[in-house]
């Protein structure tokens, strides 16, 4: 059985900044991308960017001035550094790590005030 779990979410105002973590356990093959997905209300779920276990990342442009994902293999963790956090990035993150199958997080809920 595998687990992941994100970490780090909370209430910023705008401008502030926010390091999310999410890691994998349990029986999981070798971890090929991990990547941050996001949902606000009413919406449906976005990519923000991805990581390949290589360190290559990519990111939806209108994020990648402000988001950074970086990758620790042997702990089965990414993570995602935000900057100068606005409202409309208000929403609960969630991490997808890819391997033979596609694991899902439950989740972290980022809110951020004008």
């Known amino acids: 059985q595998v687990e992941v779990v994100e970490s780090g979410g909370g209430l910023v105002q705008a401008g502030g900044s926010l390091r999310l973590s999410c890691t994998a356990s349990?029986?999981?093959?070798?971890?090929?991308?991990m990547g941050w997905y996001r949902q606000a209300p009413g919406k449906q779920r976005e990519l923000v960017g991805i990581?390949?276990?290589?360190?290559?990342?990519n990111y939806v442009d209108s994020v990648k001035d402000r988001l950074t994902i970086s990758g620790d293999n042997a702990k089965n963790t990414v993570y995602l550094q935000m900057n100068n956090l606005k409202p409309d990035d208000t929403a609960v993150y969630y991490c997808r790590m890819q391997s033979n199958l596609n694991y899902w997080g439950q989740g972290t809920q980022v809110t951020v005030s004008s």
């Open positions: 990581i390949t276990t290589y360190g290559t990342a």
């Open positions: 349990g029986r999981i093959v070798s971890i090929n991308a």
